[in-house]
Nanobody
Framework: QVQLVESGGGLVQAGGSLRLSCTAS????????MGWFRQAPGKEREFVAA????????YYADSVKGRFTISRDNAKNTVYLQMNSLKPEDTAIYYC??????????????????WGQGTQVTVSS
């Protein structure tokens, strides 16, 4: 079992920045993917970014490329999402997720095995 706890959400003005954190505990795995997703009211959950933990390779949705950065701290079992140049359309609940079974980075919600509780990000115009 893996537990994921997100933090760092909040209210920010357009153009501002936030950094989300997601700390994993429980079982550890040698080869897995950590992802960030978001869900706005009335919309489906969508992929934001992902990182192959062991290799450090990353993948981003086009909508956030160049503005968001996913990174990790191995010692803390924590993955981060640095969000810059935020826009009102970035407003959503942000979730981190862990994929321990798939051998490649995926943008599909169904590929991820464990999810955090989510943290609200609100960007005002």
């Amino acid at each position: 079992q893996v537990q994921l706890v997100e933090s760092g959400g909040g209210l920010v003005q357009a153009g501002g920045s936030l950094r989300l954190s997601c700390t994993a505990s429980g079982r550890t795995f040698s080869n897995y993917v950590m992802g960030w997703f978001r869900q706005a009211p009335g919309k489906e959950r969508e992929f934001v970014a992902a990182m192959w933990w062991s290799l450090g390779s990353t993948y981003y949705a086009d909508s956030v490329k160049g503005r968001f950065t996913i990174s990790r701290d191995n010692a803390k079992n924590t993955v981060y999402l640095q969000m810059n140049s935020l826009k009102p359309e970035d407003t959503a609940i942000y979730y981190c997720a862990a994929d321990i079974t798939t051998a490649q980075i995926s943008r599909m919600v169904g590929a991820y095995d464990y999810w955090g509780q989510g943290t609200q990000v609100t960007v005002s115009s």
